[in-house]
Structures are given as C-alpha cells and as structure tokens.
C-alpha cells in the first residue's frame, strides 16, 4: 500500500513520538495497567486441556526460572542516617527559596552551608563552608527560638552575615522550615 508523502511524514512524525513517549513511560507518573499484546491473545492450556503423558515442548514463562537478583549492597552509617532522616523530615514548598543556597545532605556545601543536622548546634561551625565573621562570633545556636528569628529577619539577627535573604516573613511557613531542618 502506498502512502502520500504527507501521510508517510505523519506516520513517521507519530510513529516516533510513540516511540519517545513509550522509552520514557509517556510522562506518566502513575504505574499503568499493562496492554494486551498479540501474544496474550493466546489462551495459556488449562491442565484439563492438556496432555499429560507428553511433556511441553517450551515451558510457559511462568514455568522458566527467574534470574537470581544482585546482591544488595550494605549501606553505610551515613547512608543509613540520611535515609533515615529524609524518611522522618518531609520538605515542605517553603523550604524550595532555601534549597536555592543549601544542601540537606552532609558535607555538601553550595552558596550556603550545609543544613544536614545544625539542629542544636552552634551557628558558623559546619565544616568545610567558610562563614562569615559575625555569623562565626554570633554565639547562637541553632533551636526553635533563634531560627524563628533568624529566618524572620537574617541580617537584623547577625548584622554582617553573608545571607543575602530577607527573611520568611510567614509564620506558618517558616515553622515548616524549621520542623524540616530539625529532621534533618
């Protein structure tokens, strides 16, 4: 069967998009229910059917043994705690201005330091990030009570700091915040 040229282009034109779309699952995020294909179409032999004296040429795919699965590997300490903590703290939206400049995950530093377990802690001291000097004299430490101010209002909190944020002026989402960065 011929096809006109623009008939030909646009099979191949949806042709590819099914293709595209089907490699990276259709840009759907939900599990979907598998499709019938040729080869489901074909009724399985119910044992009734079939005859026992004479054994299957080929064994149905439910017969044929699976391949072993690769070892798991065993996860570190660190590993452990941050999945550990990532399953306790969920990020709310809030925390998305905050991700801009921090990291959540332990040692890693970007234009902010690291927020990966500072609850409790002294303000200026996470390793490896170079703060600045008020923030370093500051002698705050990181609990319910200074974050709430501190995130109110940075540079009034430690005038000099290198933040260059003007603060969550909401309440409600900046306890969100907090209650994320205290499961960190």
């Given at each position: 069967?011929?096809?006109?040229?623009?008939?030909?282009?646009?099979?191949?034109?949806?042709?590819?998009?099914?293709?595209?779309?089907?490699?990276?699952?259709?840009?759907?995020?939900?599990?979907?229910?598998?499709?019938?294909?040729?080869?489901?179409?074909?009724?399985?032999?119910?044992?009734?059917a079939t005859d026992t004296?004479?054994?299957?040429?080929?064994?149905?795919?439910?017969?044929?043994?699976?391949?072993?699965?690769?070892?798991?590997?065993?996860?570190?300490?660190?590993?452990?705690?941050?999945?550990?903590?990532?399953?306790?703290?969920?990020?709310?939206?809030?925390?998305?201005?905050?991700?801009?400049?921090?990291?959540?995950?332990?040692?890693?530093?970007?234009?902010?330091?690291?927020?990966?377990?500072?609850?409790?802690e002294k303000a200026g001291?996470?390793?490896?990030?170079?703060?600045?000097?008020?923030?370093?004299?500051?002698?705050?430490?990181?609990?319910?009570?200074?974050?709430?101010?501190?995130?109110?209002?940075?540079?009034?909190?430690?005038?000099?700091?290198?933040?260059?944020?003007?603060?969550?002026?909401?309440?409600?989402?900046?306890?969100?915040?907090?209650?994320?960065?205290?499961?960190?």
């Amino acid at each position: 069967m011929m096809f006109a040229p623009t008939t030909a282009a646009r099979f191949t034109s949806a042709f590819a998009l099914a293709l595209a779309l089907a490699a990276c699952g259709g840009g759907n995020d939900q599990a979907e229910e598998p499709t019938a294909s040729v080869t489901d179409a074909t009724p399985l032999a119910t044992p009734e059917a079939t005859d026992t004296a004479t054994p299957a040429a080929t064994p149905t795919p439910e017969a044929t043994p699976s391949e072993s699965p690769s070892p798991t590997p065993t996860p570190t300490a660190k590993a452990t705690a941050t999945t550990a903590a990532a399953a306790t703290a969920v990020e709310p939206a809030a925390f998305a201005q905050c991700k801009a400049c921090h990291s959540v995950e332990p040692g890693k530093n970007g234009i902010g330091p690291s927020l990966a377990g500072i609850w409790g802690e002294k303000a200026g001291a996470v390793p490896g990030f170079e703060f600045s000097q008020p923030m370093k004299d500051s002698g705050l430490v990181w609990n319910q009570a200074t974050l709430d101010k501190y995130l109110t209002d940075p540079r009034g909190v430690v005038p000099g700091t290198k933040m260059a944020f003007g603060g969550v002026k909401d309440a409600t989402k900046r306890q969100a915040i907090i209650d994320y960065i205290k499961g960190l």
